[in-house]
């Protein structure tokens, strides 16, 4: 008898394990299609385009004394209706040093570790790039050459413009014609 219950059981996790080891298929569109990909060529580092912008966007944030131009452009009439100087980089208001969740039970979840106050959490967000946590927008910041803070909420009628040179800007109005 325990030699038919060890047998039955063998074969249980036997089937369980061929179950498992099953093939995925390709996924397709009610018409057929299957997903495409493509081979994208890299530098000698292994870097594609997409890669060398962002790390010499990364770059030139972090660059100590950089200046940049930022200019509020008004999406109805093209004026600008301001223009400053930036230190460093603008950021966005919901970029934080420290992460919003954190939790305390190792055993559930995928989690990094924190340090805060010389204790160590647990969160499961990531630290960015810029070494910040937080999504972006809802508004900017940044300080002008002068070390003013300024602070810009966009909306639907202006047009934000970030520059490392200071631009030359025509004003342009936007026409519609009804047909």
């Not at 946590?133 to 070390?147: K, R």
Request: proline share 3%; charged share 20%.
């Amino acid at each position: 008898m325990m030699f038919k219950l060890k047998m039955v059981m063998l074969f249980q996790i036997a089937i369980i394990g061929f179950m498992g080891c099953e093939t995925p298929t390709q996924q397709k569109s009610d018409s057929g299609v299957e997903k495409a990909s493509v081979k994208i060529k890299t530098d000698v580092n292994g870097q594609t385009i997409e890669q060398k912008n962002i790390i010499s966007r990364l770059q030139r944030d972090n660059d100590l004394g950089s200046l940049k131009h930022l200019y509020i452009i008004s999406s109805f009439t093209g004026n600008v209706m301001e223009y400053s100087t930036v230190k460093g980089k603008v950021t966005s208001g919901n970029k934080r040093l420290s992460p919003k969740t954190i939790n305390n039970s190792p055993n559930t979840g995928n989690y990094n570790y924190v340090k805060m106050d010389n204790k160590t959490y647990l969160t499961d967000e990531v630290l960015d790039d810029g070494g910040s946590y937080g999504e972006s927008m809802n508004y900017v910041y940044w300080f002008d050459a002068q070390d003013n803070y300024h602070q810009y909420f966009p909306s639907g009628g202006t047009y934000l413009h970030i520059s490392d040179k200071p631009l030359r800007i025509k004003k342009s109005n936007l026409t519609f014609e009804m047909q």
